[in-house]
């Protein structure tokens, strides 16, 4: 199972990059929230999105969400690292439906949750999704 010591510094630093970048493109004028997001897959490629807002305000897409499709529709399946960059001073977790997301795609992940100062802090969807509901649940 990876966990945060499994990625690099430098890897960290590569997706942490690529966060921020997305999240410069964020569309988020209603929260004025914007929210970058970027995943190291296991082929070692990473993926970004950012939220994409909307004025029927249920049909917004968090950044989590855009960058995991953007991953799926370049092939890939096995996110092995997430890095979220949001403006807050203490970092944000994924929300719960990116993070019943996230579990579609992988056992655990470890999460990086930044900001543009480049405050850290460390979790894992084990952490914040126990005990969850996930595709092995369901009859084959
Ligand atoms: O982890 C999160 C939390 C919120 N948002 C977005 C959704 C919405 O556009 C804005 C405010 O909730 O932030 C994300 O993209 N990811
Ligand atoms: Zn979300």
Redesign the pocket.
């Known amino acids: 199972m990876t966990n945060a010591t499994d990625i690099t510094d430098e890897q960290w630093q590569r997706l942490y990059e690529a966060a921020l970048a997305a999240q410069k493109n964020?569309y988020?004028p209603?929260?004025k929230?914007?929210?970058g997001?970027a995943f190291l897959m296991d082929s070692g490629e990473v993926y970004a999105g950012?939220?994409?807002?909307n004025a029927s305000n249920g049909a917004?897409?968090?950044?989590?969400?855009t960058a995991i499709g953007n991953a799926v529709a370049h092939g890939e399946r096995r996110p092995v690292a997430l890095a979220?960059v949001?403006n807050l001073e203490a970092p944000?977790?994924?929300?719960g439906i990116?993070r019943q997301v996230l579990a579609e795609f992988a056992d655990d992940l470890p999460i990086l949750m930044s900001n543009p100062e480049g405050d850290r802090e460390f979790t894992t969807l084990d952490e914040l999704l126990p005990h969850r509901f996930g595709p092995r649940d369901l009859p084959s």
Not at 92 to 95: E, G, Q, S, V
Request: glycine share 0%; net charge negative.
């Open positions: 964020a988020a209603y929260s929230f914007p929210v997001a950012c939220n994409v807002e917004t897409v968090c950044a989590e969400r979220v949001t944000a977790a994924p929300c990116c």
